[in-house]
């Protein structure tokens, strides 16, 4: 080991001589700080695309009738929405912060694979072009829905083998990101920061990269044997070959339900650093969180089949599912009481960061029960398909993942900018997204249990009114994230405000407060002496 | 792209009005008078429908107390985190404690949720069991999911051998294209040409297949959804304990008419079905069209414009100029050629994977006559008559 950190340290001159500036830095970068920069701005792009696809949704959803856009069109946005917001919005979101923060966590002084993180960035690019771009060719984007079910995707034009292709792109993107963390969390770890000292962060994302290995191959499969039906006639899901399209939705699922893990732990892991800071305590049951985010990892493989109910599974097969998915709600559960436990006697303040985090527990709760409610199988016979079930995954994805997200940019914003951000604008940010998030969502639930099927661009007269109420929440929600973009992003990045001190929270405690703020280009390029409990530099 | 930034603009110019009209809570409703629709849905519904079988009774008390549950634990549990945010601020001097960790605690809140989660799954599993059981059914009907309509098939019990397909009524179609303006009807998008017809107090026993992808099978009163899956066969049953319409939508993203393939089930009482029966029975005799007759082109034209306008309409328009990606049937070189087993053909097998899908459901006659009508509709001026014979025999090749 010294032997390395020897070397590191004599090549150490020569990084700073050559400091790549210019394109050159970002186009070659190998920088995890640089890496997670570029990671953080490709998926807020990608986040605008996918929301403006989503208004346009929300638009001709205004009143009933076609207005806008014609059926075929429709489809193709529900669709992209949905693989844009998946696969290039939160996905790359939580690289990026993984980039940033992981290393600096752990007191190392990169990502172990320097070259593979700047090729599993570049890689998106050309995936996200082809995506965005299939919209130009001819018979338009896919519109077989985000989960692409076979044999409606055999029916699509050429823009199908494109998203395909794409996402098979993006796994890759994927798979590199999540082996280059598993190494840079395994072996780069400063000595003294033991596994179970490492900030829940960290762990939330080893486990959640564990889960992208294991899944993403999966999707890749199912996605190939599409490709191979459109056009080497093979009929694995082919009915007209004799092919089973339920098999396509059992490998899908497979990859899908531990997919909505993949985009909710490194949110918990956020959140489990965010509350203890602003509480000024100690992560309560710090080994509890730890085990519970790996059974919830782990259950995540046996439950793909609750979004299956309808497809007329024998009766044995639905029970198995709807337990095993009931259960999932204890670890879940587990998670809540800690946060709620670490709340408790503290001594709390409510900056941004904080009010997120709060806002994150509350509203995705409200998912939580929705989900144990969708997990039962006889009321899911109900909800299956309606807006009971795009109102559940917005509340566990945007009030989960997303406000996650925005909690952890303005927890650690300022080590990246150098400068806090406005704590006005901050609380204008969470208090309209809160507002207009619920506005947006709330009345889904109710359209769905009335029976409105999801995927429709047009619907009875009844469900007009709360339609109309939707849309008006979704272009508040929509111009309150463009808000952020122009009053708090764009301010941090030209480093306007007040400087940052380097441990700008009172509470916070972790490697990531050792250095100064902005974090220099190089941190912890010699491992750094970590007290007992592996959140302070001691020499 | 032009059209969709016209229609954008007005729609923004719309939508300030809509905005504004929205601060009176019903403004909308009030613009379009809309009301509820008995066994379809109501205005502003916020619970389940009204159910009129045990099975969605059933469904309906387990999502009640499933509610009740979700919401007592829920105000618990932020009662508690809201007293803390309330209580333990630094603003108001609460000084940090310094507990961080008990097993005694872990273990009781791992433990008291997984006790409420069986407490939750018993009578979730008595529900399920209850509802997969099809056996000993009245009446069996096949209920196919074509793009975009449903194929009802009388297979087994009182009307066996009827069949039907149920489409969305026509006008609904063209309202919606025209931005469901004016004086919209209560059943918009649910009124189809022939309903499921059923009787009362009877198990039913529907038996879901496709044919071409896959669909769902649902009618949310009776607490049925069943994918209708190709090339597989599936089932799900009800009982309904009511006469009356009830209403349903196809549930399983199908394609672009996804929105537009209604399910419409009347229940009837046992004298008025078996009357029904009796009638399908004589108009099915009365229908029966020999394949050997020889058509005038007049009346194959009448005929034909209804076939065009139930199954062809939705996506090569009325006016047979197509759109997008939808071929024109007007000045079509196939449809002009004076050999007819290409369209015949084309008919029969469908194109391009499906996109254009198969007819061959549709009867000699109806074939026949749409292609005769197509053939000398709009600027095609063929004199061309394509006789049922002729199908026939494509058909048998």
Request: cysteine-free.
């Given at each position: 080991m010294s032997a390395v950190l020897d070397h590191h340290d004599h090549a150490h001159d020569d990084h700073h001589d050559h400091a790549p500036t210019g394109w050159r830095r970002w186009v070659f970068a190998t920088n995890h700080k640089d890496i997670g920069t570029l990671y953080l701005l490709f998926s807020f792009t990608m986040l605008m695309i996918g929301g403006v696809l989503a208004l346009l949704i929300r638009a001709e959803l205004f009143e009933p009738g076609l207005q806008i856009v014609n059926p075929e069109l429709f489809n193709q946005l529900t669709t992209m929405h949905g693989l844009i917001m998946v696969f290039g919005a939160i996905m790359p979101a939580f690289v990026g912060f993984a980039n940033w923060m992981i290393p600096l966590q752990i007191g190392a002084a990169d990502m172990a694979f320097a070259r593979m993180n700047n090729f599993s960035f570049w890689l998106m690019i050309p995936a996200a072009l082809m995506l965005v771009g299939s919209f130009f060719m001819p018979g338009g984007a896919p519109a077989a829905g985000w989960t692409l079910y076979a044999p409606l995707t055999l029916q699509m034009g050429p823009s199908m083998d494109a998203g395909i292709f794409a996402m098979h792109i993006l796994g890759a993107s994927s798979i590199m990101g999540s082996i280059n963390i598993i190494v840079t969390i395994l072996n780069m770890r400063a000595p003294g920061m033991t596994l179970m000292k490492m900030p829940m962060f960290c762990w939330t994302w080893l486990i959640t990269a564990y889960l992208l290995i294991a899944v993403m191959p999966v999707l890749a499969g199912a996605i190939t044997m599409t490709l191979t039906d459109r056009h080497f006639h093979t009929s694995f899901f082919n009915p007209a070959g004799g092919g089973d399209p339920v098999m396509y939705q059992h490998v899908l699922w497979f990859f899908g339900h531990p997919e909505v893990y993949i985009m909710i732990l490194p949110a918990f892991g956020i959140v489990s650093q965010v509350v203890p800071a602003f509480a000024r305590k100690r992560l309560f049951g710090y080994t509890s969180m730890v085990y519970a985010t790996s059974s919830i990892a782990i259950l995540s493989f046996i439950v793909w089949a609750h979004h299956m109910y309808t497809t007329g599974m024998p009766v044995t097969g639905q029970l198995f599912f709807m337990y095993a998915t009931m259960l999932i709600s204890v670890p879940t559960g587990v998670k809540v009481f800690n946060w709620l436990a670490t709340m408790w006697r503290g001594s709390m303040t409510f900056e941004a960061p904080m009010l997120w985090a709060v806002g994150f527990i509350f509203v995705f709760t409200m998912g939580g029960f929705t989900g144990l409610i969708c997990s039962m199988a006889p009321i899911d016979i109900q909800l299956q398909d309606t807006y009971y079930v795009v109102a559940h995954f917005h509340y566990v994805l945007v009030a989960g993942s997303l406000f996650g997200m925005f909690s952890g940019y303005y927890y650690w914003s300022p080590k990246w900018t150098g400068v806090m951000y406005s704590e006005t604008r901050g609380k204008i940010h969470f208090w309209s997204s809160l507002v207009f998030f619920n506005v947006t969502f709330f009345p889904m639930h109710f359209l769905g249990l009335a029976g409105m099927p999801r995927r429709v661009a047009d619907y009875p007269m009844q469900f007009a009114d709360f339609n109309a109420l939707a849309s008006i929440g979704a272009l508040g929600f929509g111009l309150t994230q463009v808000f952020f973009l122009v009053f708090v992003v764009f301010p941090g990045m030209r480093g306007k405000g007040e400087p940052a001190p380097q441990r700008p929270w009172e509470g916070a405690e972790g490697?990531?407060?050792?250095?100064?703020?902005?974090?220099?280009?190089?941190?912890y390029e010699t491992p750094p002496k970590l007290d007992r409990s592996a959140t302070k530099v001691i020499g | 792209m032009k059209s969709i930034s016209n229609k954008l603009a007005s729609l923004l110019s719309n939508a300030g009005i809509w905005a504004g009209a929205?601060?009176?809570?019903t403004a909308l409703s009030a613009a379009h008078a809309v009301n509820d629709l008995p066994g379809g849905p109501s205005v502003r519904q916020l619970n389940l429908a009204p159910a009129v079988t045990k099975i969605a009774e059933e469904q309906h008390w387990l999502h009640l107390f499933m509610m009740i549950l979700c919401t007592v634990i829920f105000i618990a549990v932020f009662a508690v985190m809201f007293y803390s945010i309330w209580k333990h601020r630094k603003s108001v001097g609460h000084k940090a404690a310094n507990f961080h960790e008990s097993v005694t605690v872990e273990v009781i809140w791992t433990i008291v949720p997984f006790i409420i989660v069986i407490f939750m799954a018993l009578p979730a599993t008595k529900v399920l069991v209850a509802s997969k059981d099809t056996t000993n059914a009245d009446l069996t009907i096949k209920a196919t999911g074509y793009q975009w309509k449903w194929g009802y098939d009388y297979i087994k019990g009182e009307g066996e051998g009827i069949g039907f397909i149920s489409t969305l009524d026509v006008t609904h179609r063209e309202m919606s294209n025209n931005g469901a303006k004016g004086d919209v009807p209560d059943d918009y998008l649910l009124k189809v040409d022939n309903p499921l017809v059923v009787p009362v107090n009877k198990k039913v026993r529907i038996i879901t297949t496709a044919n071409d992808v896959i669909h769902a099978f649902a009618v949310p009163a009776f607490g049925i959804k069943q994918d209708a899956i190709p090339g597989f066969v599936r089932d799900t049953w009800f009982k309904a304990e009511k006469v009356g319409d009830f209403y349903g939508q196809c549930q399983e993203l199908c394609g672009k008419e996804h929105a537009y393939m209604p399910i419409h089930v009347k229940v009837v009482s046992g004298e008025d079905y078996a009357k029904w029966v009796d009638g399908e029975r004589k108009k099915a005799a009365a229908k029966l069209d020999d394949p050997n007759k020889v058509w005038t082109l007049d009346d194959i034209m009448k005929r034909g414009e209804k076939v065009y306008a139930s199954n062809c309409a939705a996506c090569h328009q009325a006016n047979g100029k197509g759109a997008g990606p939808i071929k024109p049937l007007d000045a079509s070189p196939i449809v002009l050629d004076a050999d007819h087993t290409k369209q015949i053909d084309t008919l029969l097998q469908g194109r391009n994977n499906g996109a254009m899908p198969s007819w061959k459901a549709l009867s000699d006659t109806d074939i026949a006559a749409v292609i005769s009508y197509t053939k000398n509709s709009w600027s095609n001026k063929t004199g061309q008559l394509v006789q049922p014979a002729e199908v026939k025999a494509e058909r048998s090749k």
């Open positions: 490697l990531e407060w050792e250095v100064p703020s902005p974090a220099p280009w190089h941190t | 929205w601060a009176g809570t």
